[in-house]
């Protein structure tokens, strides 16, 4: 009876060892990056401007000072929080359709 070979049972462990980690990683880590998290934001604070008739002047300094604040504060919150507590955060943002929503992630 031929004996197994080891280094093609330890390529395949390894193989195995790394789509489990692959597959985790898809589930559990992946969430859009500070960029998409803020287009989003934005789209939403625009939304929602436009249901308070602000005028064209204020909703456009509303994007500019939103979009300046909004990427540095998600990079620090991804630093801060580590990168589990961020993916949660990224996913409740992106799913959210209001303020008040984007406000409680």
């Known amino acids: 009876m031929a004996r197994p070979n080891p280094w093609r049972i330890a390529s395949i462990s390894v193989l195995a060892v790394t789509v489990v980690l692959f597959s985790l990683w898809w589930a559990f880590l992946r969430a859009p990056g500070p960029a998409e998290i803020c287009e989003h934001i934005i789209q939403v604070t625009l939304r929602e401007a436009a249901n308070t008739q602000m005028s064209p002047q204020s909703q456009e300094r509303l994007v500019e000072t939103t979009r300046e604040q909004c990427i540095?504060?998600?990079?620090?919150?991804?630093?801060?929080r580590g990168r589990i507590k961020y993916a949660q955060y990224a996913k409740c943002?992106?799913?959210?359709?209001?303020?008040?929503?984007?406000?409680?992630?």
């Open 72 to 80: 540095q504060h998600k990079q620090d919150k991804l630093l801060l």
């Open 93 to 105: 943002v992106m799913e959210a359709e209001d303020l008040i929503e984007i406000g409680r992630c």
